[in-house]
């Protein structure tokens, strides 16, 4: 009898254990959850047994009383309306009735393309197209797009040439190119949807798909393509009739920051003199010169005016010696001053 009833113990004792690891999915509370199934958000406000609380152990007594609204929460979530997509139950949770506080604003709707202003103007709706397609030439289903795609042109063999167009000319590499624009075309307003989006203003640099770019457009396209190498256009050759680009600015050179002090030391030590020293930074002899040199020029102008008005087609009148002839001819009976030299 001892062996068959310690069986039994054993028995009754891994049902406990099992039946311990499997709990019941009801959960009986004096009041009632409120529930938010849109935040996930159950409230509990039933008040915790003390004892239980003193008698357990404080992590086992939550544990178990999480365990247990968890529970209720799972059991409201399933009552709400399901679906399952690819293999997998989902559930459609209705609106949040809770205001919770959001850390960030909240994010605005992203600004419509060209092509969908277009589409709700002319009334077209986007319709779900399938991935297979039948090939007439290969008698089967293939592709709409990709490797192995119907109707794919770049595989035949021979292709008719159109009777306008010159019959020399490649059509295979032709309809490659035309291939490739349609891609840069596509590639350029999809960046372009995105510089709108972030309202962000586009670049002016580089030529514009258009048919005959002016000379101005060509000389910025191809001062853009030298200044987009590694070493900024510095080792880029001209060409034999390229003019020099104007408008280009000065770059700032900065001293490096680590290794000789010697010349940072000479340049502070020359600031100090210049800044110590008793003679002026203003040059007072060649700023004299200059204002002598501008009424020069005023009284020759005016005395030329004169002398058109009374001589002969603007030739002076007089023999031409006194000293108002000798400013206007140039100033040769004065002295040059010291600085000045010889004018």
Same mark, same amino acid.
């Given at each position: 009898?001892?062996?068959?009833?310690?069986?039994?113990?054993?028995?009754?004792?891994?049902?406990?254990?099992?039946?311990?690891?499997?709990?019941?999915?009801?959960?009986?509370?004096?009041?009632?959850?409120?529930?938010? =199934? @849109?935040?996930?958000?159950?409230?509990?406000?039933?008040?915790?047994?003390?004892? /239980?609380?003193?008698?357990?152990?404080?992590?086992?007594?939550?544990?178990?009383?999480?365990?247990?609204?968890?529970?209720? %929460?799972?059991?409201?979530?399933?009552?709400?309306?399901? /679906?399952?997509?690819?293999?997998?139950? =989902?559930?459609? %949770?209705?609106?949040? =009735?809770?205001?919770?506080?959001?850390?960030?604003?909240?994010?605005?709707?992203?600004?419509?393309?060209?092509?969908?202003?277009?589409?709700?103007?002319?009334?077209?709706?986007?319709?779900?197209?399938?991935?297979? =397609?039948?090939?007439?030439?290969?008698?089967?289903?293939?592709?709409?797009? @990709?490797?192995?795609?119907?109707?794919? /042109?770049?595989?035949?063999?021979?292709?008719?040439?159109?009777?306008?167009?010159?019959?020399?000319?490649?059509?295979?590499?032709?309809?490659?190119?035309?291939?490739?624009?349609?891609?840069?075309?596509?590639?350029?307003?999809?960046?372009?949807?995105?510089?709108?989006?972030?309202?962000?203003?586009?670049?002016?640099?580089?030529?514009?798909?258009?048919?005959?770019?002016?000379?101005?457009?060509?000389?910025?396209?191809?001062?853009?393509?030298?200044?987009?190498?590694?070493?900024?256009?510095?080792?880029?050759?001209? %060409?034999?009739?390229?003019?020099?680009?104007?408008?280009?600015?000065?770059?700032?050179?900065?001293?490096?920051?680590?290794? /000789?002090?010697?010349?940072?030391?000479?340049?502070?030590?020359?600031?100090?003199?210049?800044?110590?020293?008793?003679?002026?930074?203003?040059?007072?002899?060649?700023?004299?010169?200059?204002?002598?040199?501008?009424?020069?020029?005023?009284?020759?102008?005016?005395?030329?005016? @004169?002398? $058109?008005?009374?001589?002969?087609?603007?030739?002076?009148?007089?023999?031409?010696? @006194?000293?108002?002839?000798?400013?206007?001819? $140039?100033?040769?009976?004065?002295?040059?001053?010291?600085?000045?030299?010889?004018?």
């Amino acid at each position: 009898m001892a062996p068959s009833s310690s069986i039994e113990e054993v028995l009754a004792k891994a049902e406990r254990d099992e039946a311990e690891k499997l709990q019941s999915i009801r959960v009986e509370k004096e009041l009632e959850l409120e529930f938010d =199934v @849109g935040n996930l958000l159950a409230l509990d406000k039933n008040a915790p047994d003390l004892r /239980d609380f003193r008698a357990q152990k404080k992590e086992d007594f939550l544990r178990s009383l999480a365990r247990d609204n968890a529970q209720l %929460l799972i059991n409201e979530i399933w009552k709400v309306p399901t /679906d399952r997509l690819d293999g997998v139950v =989902v559930a459609k %949770l209705p609106d949040p =009735v809770t205001r919770l506080p959001r850390e960030k604003p909240v994010p605005k709707p992203k600004p419509p393309t060209k092509w969908e202003e277009f589409a709700k103007l002319k009334g077209i709706q986007k319709r779900k197209k399938t991935n297979l =397609v039948w090939d007439d030439v290969h008698k089967e289903w293939r592709r709409r797009w @990709g490797y192995k795609r119907a109707k794919d /042109d770049t595989k035949d063999w021979v292709i008719e040439v159109p009777e306008t167009s010159d019959p020399n000319e490649d059509q295979f590499a032709k309809r490659i190119q035309a291939k490739k624009e349609r891609v840069a075309k596509n590639e350029l307003n999809r960046l372009r949807n995105i510089a709108r989006a972030h309202k962000l203003q586009l670049p002016g640099a580089g030529l514009a798909p258009t048919g005959q770019p002016s000379r101005s457009e060509l000389a910025k396209a191809e001062q853009v393509a030298k200044l987009s190498t590694a070493s900024v256009g510095r080792f880029q050759e001209r %060409l034999p009739k390229e003019k020099a680009p104007k408008n280009t600015g000065k770059r700032r050179k900065f001293q490096p920051n680590i290794g /000789d002090f010697s010349t940072e030391k000479q340049k502070q030590l020359d600031l100090l003199k210049i800044m110590d020293g008793k003679k002026p930074r203003l040059d007072v002899t060649k700023a004299v010169n200059k204002q002598m040199r501008e009424e020069d020029m005023e009284n020759a102008s005016r005395q030329r005016k @004169g002398a $058109g008005k009374k001589g002969r087609k603007g030739h002076f009148t007089g023999k031409g010696k @006194g000293k108002g002839a000798g400013a206007a001819a $140039g100033g040769k009976n004065r002295k040059p001053r010291k600085g000045l030299g010889k004018r």
